[in-house]
C-alpha cells in the first residue's frame, strides 16, 4: 500500500519559516520525482516546488528565493524548507510522486498525500 505522508504543517506569523517534510512508504522513492503543491481556498491546486530523481529543482516564481525542496532518498523522505512566509502562503500543501517530470513536465501525480495545512497569519 503506497502512502505520502506529510507533516510540519501549522500556523505561523508572517516573516517566519516552516518545514514540512513528507514521508513515502509503498514505493521505489528514489525512482520518483517527487513534488510539493498548494491549494488556497477558491484556488485551483498550484506547483510550489518539485525535485527529479536526479536533484534537479523546479519552483513557483512565487516562491523562488523563499522556499527550499530536498530530499532524503535514505529515509525516502522529501522537505520543502519555507522562510520568509507571506499571508498569501496560506494553503493546504501536497506533496505527490511522479514519474518522467523532466520529459512531460509536472502535475501527472501517479500518488497524493493527504495535505498539510499551513497558515500564515498574525
Known amino acids: 500500500q503506497v502512502q505520502l505522508v506529510e507533516s510540519g504543517g501549522g500556523l505561523v506569523q508572517p516573516g517566519g519559516s516552516l518545514r514540512l517534510s513528507c514521508a513515502a512508504s509503498?514505493?521505489?522513492?528514489?525512482?520518483?520525482?517527487m513534488g510539493w503543491y498548494r491549494q488556497a481556498p477558491g484556488k485551483q491546486r498550484e506547483l510550489v516546488a518539485g525535485?527529479?530523481?536526479?536533484?534537479?529543482?523546479n519552483y513557483a516564481d512565487s516562491v523562488k528565493g523563499r522556499f527550499t525542496v530536498s530530499r532524503d532518498n535514505a529515509k525516502n523522505t522529501v522537505y520543502l524548507q519555507m522562510d520568509s512566509l507571506k499571508p498569501e502562503d496560506t494553503a493546504v500543501y501536497y506533496c505527490?510522486?511522479?514519474?518522467?517530470?523532466?520529459?512531460?513536465?509536472?502535475?501527472?501525480?501517479?500518488?497524493w498525500g493527504q495535505g498539510t495545512q499551513v497558515t500564515v497569519s498574525s
Open positions: 525535485i527529479s530523481r536526479g536533484g534537479r529543482t
Open positions: 509503498g514505493i521505489i522513492f528514489s525512482i520518483y520525482d
Open positions: 505527490d510522486a511522479e514519474r518522467g517530470t523532466t520529459a512531460k513536465g509536472w502535475g501527472k501525480a501517479d500518488y
